[in-house]
C-alpha cells in the first residue's frame, strides 16, 4: 500500500505540471487533434484518479493490505463504531482530503453544468424574441446585427446555429456554407460536453496553471476538428476567408452561453469560460497557419502510440488501486 501511494502520487505531480506543459508546447497535436485530444482527456482522468488515489490509499494503508480491505476497515470504524486508534493523524488528514477533493471536484462538475444550462435556457428565450428563422435550414436563426457573427447553441433536440445580418451579407455562398458545416459539427460531435468538462476543471482547480493550459488547448482542437469537418466539401481558401470575416465580427448583441464559433466571435460569459480561449486571436492565428501550411497528417503508428499511452495512463492508476484488492 506504501509503494502503491507513492507512486501515485508521484503519476499524479507528472500528470499535474511536466506533462500537460510539453503538450500544450508541442507542434504535433494539430495534425492530429482528434488524437490529441483524447491524450488531453486521458491526462485530465488520470491525473485527478492518481490524486485522489494517492491520497486514499495512504489513509487506508494501517487497515488494509490493498484499498479493498482498507474501504472494509473504514466501513467499519464508521458504521460500527470500531475503533479508529490504527489510523494517525496524517492518515485521517488523507483521507479527509481525498473525500473533500472528491466532493469538490463532483460539485464543481455539477455546478458548472447548471450554471451553463441555466445561461443556455436565458440566451434561447432571447433569441425567441430577437431572431428569425433562416433559409439555410432548420436549426439555423438569424439576429439583426450588422457585424459578422456565427455561433451555435447546444442543447440537444434544441440545438441552434446563429447567424447574423452583416455575416450573411459579408459572405459568398460557399464560404457561408463553410461556416454551417463548421458550426454543425461542433453540434454533432457534442463538443459542448468536453467544454463543459476543461472548464469545470478549471473552475474546481483555479490555482492549477495546467487547467488553463489545458483548457486552451482543448478549446483549439475541438476548432481544428470542425475546421477538418468543413475541409471535406469546402476548399482551404474557402475556409480562410469565412474564418478571416467571422473573426473581424464583434460580440452579439445577445447575452448568454459563451459560442463555439468559427472564429470565437459570438457572445461568452468569462466566469464560465466555457469557451475560454476559443476566440482567441492566438487561436484565430493558430487555425489559419495551420490552413496556409498544411502539414501531413500525423502518422498511423504514432497516432497509435499515442492512443495507447492514452489507454495506459488510465489503466495504470485503475489497476493499482482494484487489482490487488480483487486479488486477495
Not at 28 to 34: D, E, L, T, V, Y
Request: neutral net charge; charged residues 15%; glycine residues 8%.
Amino acid at each position: 500500500m506504501f509503494w502503491t501511494s507513492y507512486f501515485l502520487a508521484v503519476l499524479a505531480l507528472i500528470l499535474a505540471w511536466p506533462v500537460p506543459v510539453l503538450l500544450s508546447r508541442a507542434q504535433w497535436p494539430a495534425r492530429a487533434p482528434f488524437t490529441a485530444m483524447v491524450l488531453w482527456q486521458a491526462i485530465a482522468l488520470a491525473g485527478g484518479l492518481s490524486m485522489i488515489g494517492a491520497m486514499l490509499v495512504y489513509g487506508l494503508e494501517p487497515i488494509g493490505d490493498n484499498l479493498l480491505a482498507g474501504l472494509r476497515g473504514l466501513a467499519g470504524m464508521v458504521l460500527r463504531n470500531e475503533p479508529t486508534t490504527a489510523l494517525g493523524f496524517w492518515h485521517l488528514f488523507a483521507l479527509s482530503a481525498a473525500a473533500l477533493l472528491s466532493a469538490h471536484l463532483v460539485f464543481t462538475l455539477l455546478l458548472t453544468y447548471y450554471k451553463i444550462e441555466r445561461q443556455r435556457r436565458r440566451h434561447r428565450q432571447l433569441l425567441e424574441l430577437l431572431a428569425s428563422p433562416s433559409d439555410d435550414g432548420p436549426g439555423t436563426v438569424v439576429i439583426n446585427h450588422d457585424s459578422p457573427v456565427a455561433y451555435c447553441l447546444p442543447g440537444g433536440a434544441r440545438s441552434v446555429t446563429v447567424l447574423s445580418d452583416g455575416l450573411m451579407a459579408a459572405l459568398e455562398p460557399d464560404e457561408l456554407r463553410a461556416v454551417l458545416i463548421h458550426e454543425n459539427a461542433h453540434l454533432s460531435q457534442r463538443h459542448d460536453l468536453l467544454l463543459w468538462a476543461f472548464a469545470a476543471w478549471r473552475q474546481a482547480l483555479p490555482w492549477f496553471p495546467t487547467t488553463r493550459l489545458a483548457q486552451t488547448a482543448v478549446n483549439s482542437l475541438i476548432e481544428m476538428l470542425a475546421d477538418d469537418v468543413a475541409l471535406r466539401t469546402e476548399s482551404k481558401g474557402t475556409l480562410i476567408k469565412a474564418i478571416a470575416i467571422v473573426a473581424s465580427g464583434s460580440p452579439a448583441p445577445v447575452a448568454g452561453q459563451g459560442p463555439l464559433a468559427l472564429a470565437g466571435a459570438g457572445v461568452e460569459d468569462s466566469a464560465l469560460s466555457a469557451t475560454g480561449g476559443a476566440d482567441s486571436p492566438r487561436t484565430t492565428a493558430s487555425r489559419v497557419s495551420r490552413l496556409l501550411s498544411p502539414k501531413p497528417p500525423l502518422a498511423k503508428g504514432l497516432r497509435a502510440l499515442v492512443l495507447a499511452a492514452s489507454a495506459m495512463l488510465l489503466a495504470v492508476p485503475t489497476a493499482l488501486l482494484i487489482v490487488p484488492g480483487l486479488l486477495g
